[in-house]
T-cell receptor
Framework: IAGITQAPTSQILAAGRRMTLRCTQD?????MYWYRQDLGLGLRLIHY???????GKGEVPDGYSVSRANTDDFPLTLASAVPSQTSVYFC???????????????FGEGSRLTVL | GQNIDQPTEMTATEGAIVQINCTYQ??????LFWYQQHAGEAPTFLSY????GLEEKGRFSSFLSRSKGYSYLLLKELQMKDSASYLC??????????FGAGTTVTVRA
């Protein structure tokens, strides 16, 4: 079982370029998330999706967009990358329990992005 | 936004016990999670508390007091492999999960 797959694992990007980070899960989880992790700041939520067809903004959404066309895929796009978007990006997913409470997050291995 | 505080670093000796505290202020509460993250790796789930009290899972225990906005993670019989960052995360009233900055635990021989 692959769980959550992120691609690319690492990328160096020129400022101003467009970049899409891919995320695919095979656990049929309803909810998916994108976090960025920066030293001293921890994991910060960028965007999330509680179910296919819906998305929402997290704590730091500016400069990023997402789509959720189906249950398995949740790509994150940087329309015009800037150096402050240099970070490690983690995709995660979680299931909904019978009581309607979301379960624990399962994380991908991360995508390390450097914007020059 | 949410406010989740935990110490930046802790050091302990192999075989000892370490307690990592976490205080939080969030809009609503739907559970508190602890995750472990080794350097260069993804976070992995350790424990979940939604009711007050202690949850024990092997060498790891987690405690929650909702009225005090407080939790701790207790690591017993420390091993070298426990050297990692420990992340406190709170699920708010909208079911969004916010993380603290993490506590780096270093276990010394």
């Amino acid at each position: 079982i692959a769980g959550i797959t992120q691609a690319p694992t690492s990328q160096i990007l020129a400022a101003g370029r467009r970049m899409t980070l891919r995320c695919t899960q095979d656990m049929r989880h309803n909810a998916m998330y994108w976090y960025r992790q920066d030293l001293g700041l921890g994991l910060r939520l960028i965007h999330y999706s509680n179910t296919a067809g819906t998305t929402g903004k997290g704590e730091v959404p500016d400069g990023y967009s997402v789509s959720r066309a189906n249950t398995d895929d949740f790509p994150l796009t940087l329309a015009s990358a800037v150096p402050s978007q240099t970070s490690v990006y983690f995709c995660a997913s979680s299931d909904s329990t019978e009581r309607g409470e979301l379960g624990e997050l399962f994380f991908g291995e991360g995508s390390r992005l450097t914007v020059l | 936004g949410q406010n989740i505080d935990q110490p930046t670093e802790m050091t302990a000796t192999e075989g000892a016990i370490v307690q990592i505290n976490c205080t939080y202020q969030t809009s609503g509460f739907n559970g508190l999670f602890w995750y472990q993250q080794h350097a260069g790796e993804a976070p992995t789930f350790l424990s979940y508390n939604v009711l007050d009290g202690l949850e024990e899972k092997g060498r790891f225990s987690s405690f929650l007091s909702r009225s005090k906005g407080y939790s701790y993670l207790l690591l017993k019989e420390l091993q070298m492999k426990d050297s990692a960052s420990y992340l406190c995360a709170v699920r708010d009233g909208d079911y969004k999960l916010s993380f603290g900055a993490g506590t780096t635990v270093t276990v010394r021989a």
